[in-house]
């Protein structure tokens, strides 16, 4: 029996979870589902899971050789919701494309980022001050 999705069901956060990031760097991937924009003027905004999270450094020659830090955050239970509904809505042809995006920050102690999705992917922003230093300073 083939899985049945809506479309407007309500999303349940997860609950928080703490991860140990290597790096000057954090990087946060997803995958997402763009519209048509016809689609979108119905109402229908992008979708998106977020895959994985990791922690980069600004150096090539030590992100080559450095410690690594890559996280998984795709729930072990996922039943491929998404996957399954890009195939069925190509076929309706609503969806531009399925895609991956990320969002690279600087990390700074206390910095806080707010990530969003948005029609175009992903999209982080400084949350507090130190965030805000930490953009100013990026290099």
């Known amino acids: 029996m083939a899985p ?7 999303y349940t956060p ?3 979870q ?4 290597k790096g000057d760097e954090w990087r946060v991937e997803a995958r997402v589902l763009k ?6 003027m119905l109402g229908l905004d992008a979708r998106y899971r977020l895959e994985r999270l990791s ?12 410690p690594r830090s890559t996280y998984a955050l795709r ?14 809505l190509h076929q309706a042809r609503m969806v531009d494309t399925v895609y991956g995006s990320a969002a690279l920050m600087p990390m700074a102690d206390g910095a806080q980022y707010a990530l969003a999705i948005t029609q175009a992917g992903l999209i982080a922003r400084p949350a507090n001050d130190q965030a805000v230093q930490a953009v100013g300073g990026w290099k």
């Open 14 to 16: 997860p609950a928080p």
């Open 55 to 66: 922690g980069e450094f600004s150096d090539v020659a030590l992100e080559q050789t450095g």
């Open 35 to 40: 519209w048509k924009s016809w689609a979108n």
């Open 75 to 88: 729930p072990a239970n996922d039943d491929n919701r998404l996957t399954c509904l890009s195939g069925r």
């Open 4 to 10: 049945s999705f809506a479309l407007g069901t309500a």
């Open 18 to 21: 703490t991860y140990a990031l």
